[in-house]
């Protein structure tokens, strides 16, 4: 396993909700080249966990360090100003905008001005082409007229084209058949072993058990248990998600 | 360079492949303003044959001296229609704005030149008020915009003052809707038009070259040039023949100064839509305001300047009103709202947002006004044009749902 620093660390993180404590005291770290999965039950966390990472909702309380520096995570912005870059479950796509213009939207190129669409283009083909997609026959299509596994290779190759360091992936299989699971995960694992580190959320433990290398459970905004894939089995992760296991969580 | 790879571009293949993939666009959905234009020529060939002053060069004047107020208004509210939004206060804007054009220049003996920049300048800060209260405080913009109707209505008796009139005596704004231009000047029109189109569709071909990008074949540049110069060429000289009453005393020849400033209206909104980034922004909005929050465009920031827009433009809708009527009165820009909403979503600007063009808005304007006065011509009771003017509309919008509930499920 690498020892180095990890790209992300969270500690001690707190979020609430009016009353509700929704992340309570979580420590969480990613390392570049891994997949890390993390996994939960409905309500457990995993969502608000994300958002504080994606900028959109801040932690109330707690740590972020980016590559062993501290760092504020208050917008958007300051998310993808350092690398990390959200592609949701909901996808977060135009549907009346082409694959090119979704792929640059809010980062579009532009000359005095005037947008350079024969660079986008040309950047958003390559970044396709270097994630070995087949799938795309033209950049050029409306993101209306793909298909479920197409919108979502769309949605991970936004989020190569921008060299992020950290890409967090929300249920990237709920909404696929098999052969187009089949092919996302494929890219996942293409992902990681890009050198980037690879956040993934699932219900889905064959899926998780398929990609990840690291996998975090959350229970009831709790992190109940940080294990190894390897040293790790679906059942124990089943006992982890309900709640019917614990294990102590070393950072 | 992609061109190795299988991942295209949609430019390659030939003129013929380009033809064929319009074609199958249209049958997909993405039909834009053709329906439009088809039952425009529909309903002019059926005019033309009830009534054949219909085709007469004075109609056809006419015509385009009627459309342009609510053209412009259409084509600012296509801004606002992109995003889903609606802004319902446009025509008291326009009438507003004609307002403070006229009083500026009678009670206050303001220059045209600045009073014209005083009436855009008015519809501009509307433009920001009602942005403000849309994307900063949340109000749905049927609300905003119906109460800004209803107030700046009220307005607009107390500036003009009950049953008042304000006369236009400035003759250069009395001309933009009035005075034909020299003949002369529609072959310049014309001859510009060619040029900046040729220009612009050469420099974007030589910027795809440059990145290495496959461009449309060349066969469509040319066709589309040509198209622009025949239509042009057709249009000039019909408004060039004399079309005066009696042309020993007054002749009357010539394109209205209103086409020019229409057609610069239309190619610089145009240009904003298609090639700058906040163009792209206002229809990543219209199409997923959540997308492009996340992918973070200022999401309030693009509401604010779209309505800021759509009510410059009725600024100017209400300087070319008061241009035609030569004065402004206190009901002025009232009824014209509903019209120019009409137009937009007949010439194909999809009321759920993220669909359309300026193009569409100004063709839409000629179907509206078409029916108007080819019905006016044959006779009918107005009444009739109404309700014929309301079911086309009732019509756009079926196809239009129908469309959006395509594009959403596929």
């Known amino acids: 396993m690498s020892t180095e620093t990890p790209v992300i660390e969270l500690k001690n993180v707190k979020k609430n909700f009016g009353p509700v404590e929704v992340l309570k005291d979580v420590n969480f770290s990613v390392r570049a080249g891994e997949v890390t999965a993390l996994v939960g039950d409905n309500g457990a966390g995993k969502s608000t966990l994300i958002k504080g990472l994606a900028g959109i909702q801040p932690y109330d309380q707690g740590t972020i360090l980016f590559e062993g520096n501290p760092v504020e995570l208050k917008s958007p912005r300051q998310s993808s100003d350092l690398g990390i870059d959200v592609v949701y479950q909901d996808l977060a796509l135009c549907d009346n905008l082409d694959i090119v213009h979704n792929m640059f939207l809010g980062r579009e190129k532009a000359h005095t001005g005037v947008l350079d669409e024969g660079a986008m283009e040309s950047k958003a083909a390559d970044t396709l082409t270097s994630l070995s997609v087949r799938t795309v026959k033209s950049v050029r299509q409306k993101v209306a007229r793909l298909s479920g596994g197409q919108r979502q290779t769309v949605a991970i190759a936004r989020a190569v084209l921008w060299n992020n360091k950290v890409v967090i992936l929300d249920e990237p299989t709920a909404a696929l058949g098999v052969a187009q699971t089949e092919q996302v995960l494929q890219l996942v694992r293409r992902l990681a072993d890009s050198g980037k580190a690879v956040i993934i959320i699932s219900h889905n433990l064959q899926d998780v058990f398929a990609v990840a290398d690291r996998i975090y459970v959350l229970y009831l905004g709790k992190m109940t248990a940080a294990v190894k894939k390897s040293e790790t089995s679906q059942a124990d992760v089943v006992g982890y998600i309900t709640g019917a296991k614990t294990q102590e969580v070393g950072v | ?248 005393v007054t002749s009357l020849k010539g394109v209205p100064y209103v086409v020019p400033i229409v057609l610069i209206l239309l190619a610089a909104g145009t240009f904003v839509l298609n090639r700058t980034k906040f163009g792209r922004h206002v229809y990543a909005v219209g199409g997923n305001a959540e997308a492009a929050r996340r992918a973070g465009i200022q999401v309030s920031r693009v509401r604010i300047k779209v309505f800021m827009i759509s009510s410059s433009f009725a600024g100017i809708a209400g300087i070319l009103m008061a241009s035609r009527q030569a004065s402004v009165d206190a009901a002025a820009g009232r009824s014209i709202v509903l019209n120019a909403i009409a137009a937009a979503v007949v010439g194909g600007v999809s009321l759920f947002g993220g669909r359309g063009r300026l193009s569409d808005a100004v063709i839409g304007g000629f179907v509206i006004a078409v029916i108007d006065n080819g019905l006016g011509l044959i006779g009918l009771a107005s009444g009739l044009n109404l309700a014929i003017t309301g079911g086309v509309l009732l019509l756009a919008a079926t196809a239009d749902a129908i469309t959006s509930r395509k594009s959403r499920t596929s």
């Open chain 2, 1 to 248: 360079m992609s061109n190795q790879t299988n991942i295209q571009t949609g430019n390659e293949g030939s003129f013929l492949d380009a033809g064929r993939n319009y074609i199958a666009r249209v049958k997909g959905g993405e039909t834009g303003s053709l329906p439009a234009l088809l039952g425009l020529m529909i309903l002019a060939t059926i005019f033309a044959v009830a009534n054949p002053i219909f085709l007469k060069p004075i109609n056809f004047a006419n015509l385009l001296t009627q459309t342009a107020t609510v053209t412009t208004l259409a084509m600012g509210l296509t801004f606002v229609l992109l995003l889903g939004e609606i802004d319902l206060a446009a025509g008291v804007t326009a009438g507003l704005s004609a307002a403070f054009l006229a009083i500026s220049m009678s009670n206050y003996g303001v220059a045209w030149p600045l009073a014209v920049i005083i009436a855009i300048s008015l519809g501009m800060l509307i433009g920001f008020l009602i942005g403000l209260l849309v994307a900063k405080v949340g109000i749905p913009s049927f609300v905003v915009t119906l109460a800004a109707f209803l107030a700046f209505q009220g307005l607009q008796l107390v500036v003009v003052g009950k049953g008042g009139l304000i006369g236009i005596d400035a003759p250069p704004i009395l001309a933009i809707m009035n005075t034909p231009m020299p003949i002369a000047f529609g072959w310049i029109l014309l001859a510009v038009i060619f040029v900046l189109y040729v220009g612009s569709a050469l420099y974007s071909r030589r910027q795809r070259t440059t990145s290495g990008q496959l461009n449309k074949p060349m066969g469509i540049l040319v066709f589309r040039s040509l198209t622009i110069l025949i239509v042009g060429a057709g249009f000039v000289s019909f408004l060039n023949l004399e079309r005066g009453a009696n042309p020993a």
